[in-house]
């Protein structure tokens, strides 16, 4: 009896990881990078409080600002030249 509960989780969590990882393939990078904040940001504010609801939402909400801004932050490093290509600023 174990071993099959042990067998189907595994199978519905990676199941569960492919579909995931599916529906962000044809995200935007701007759209992977607040994804990832509001992921971190619930996460962290779930772990913080104990995983009170109201917290977890903060959380998420100051993870998408902070995904935002790092996207924004990405962005500045960056221009397109006169063929469509990107090209990375040296620092």
Same mark, same amino acid.
């Given at each position: 009896? @174990?071993?099959? %509960?042990? #067998?189907? =989780? %595994? =199978?519905? %969590?990676?199941? =569960?990881?492919?579909?995931? =990882?599916?529906?962000?393939? /044809?995200? %935007?990078?701007? +759209? *992977? *990078?607040?994804? &990832?904040? !509001?992921? !971190?940001?619930?996460? &962290?504010?779930?772990? !913080? ?6 917290? &977890? ?13 790092? +996207? $924004? /932050? #990405? #962005? #500045?490093? @960056?221009?397109? +030249? $006169?063929?469509? /290509?990107?090209?990375?600023? $040296? $620092?």
């Amino acid at each position: 009896m @174990y071993k099959r %509960s042990v #067998k189907q =989780l %595994s =199978l519905i %969590s990676f199941l =569960l990881a492919s579909l995931i =990882l599916a529906g962000c393939a /044809n995200m %935007s990078p701007q +759209d *992977r *990078r607040i994804g &990832t904040g !509001i992921g !971190i940001g619930a996460a &962290t504010g779930a772990l !913080i409080s104990g995983g009170h609801a109201g917290a &977890t939402a903060a959380g998420a909400v100051i993870g998408a600002g902070a995904g935002w801004l790092y +996207d $924004r /932050n #990405k #962005k #500045k490093r @960056y221009y397109y +030249d $006169r063929h469509g /290509n990107r090209v990375y600023e $040296r $620092r």
